[in-house]
């Protein structure tokens, strides 16, 4: 087996839709974006955040922590894909397509 699969690598998206009429619910909206930023998670779109993960093991621990901070009110939905699938991507600007680029480094240490 490879050391780096794209079949073993994971995608983390969590796509979200809070309220955002009064002045708490703002603060509870950036402080859930706050929170997916500092675990490492990168916008993808607005309301839409995700994070490469070198397995599923590891993605399961970042899904798990975004559980922990789910807001009280709102629609949240969590997806982990391969990196196979997500290199499958099709992204366009208007009718122009984009390349899709990921938004990390990959460090190999050893």
């Not at 929170?35 to 995700?50: A, E």
Request: glycine share 4%; net charge positive; hydrophobic share 35%.
């Amino acid at each position: 087996m490879e050391r780096f699969s794209e079949y073993r690598i994971m995608w983390v998206l969590v796509f979200f839709d809070l309220p955002t009429e009064t002045k708490k619910d703002r603060k509870t909206y950036t402080d859930f974006r706050d929170k997916l930023i500092k675990d490492g998670f990168t916008m993808f779109q607005f309301s839409i955040y995700l994070r490469h993960c070198a397995s599923a093991e590891n993605a399961q621990v970042h899904i798990q922590r975004v559980k922990k901070n789910l807001p009280p009110k709102g629609n949240i939905g969590i997806l982990c894909i391969t990196d196979k699938q997500f290199g499958n991507m099709e992204l366009f600007v208007g009718k122009e397509e984009k390349k899709v680029s990921t938004p990390y480094q990959q460090l190999e240490l050893f």
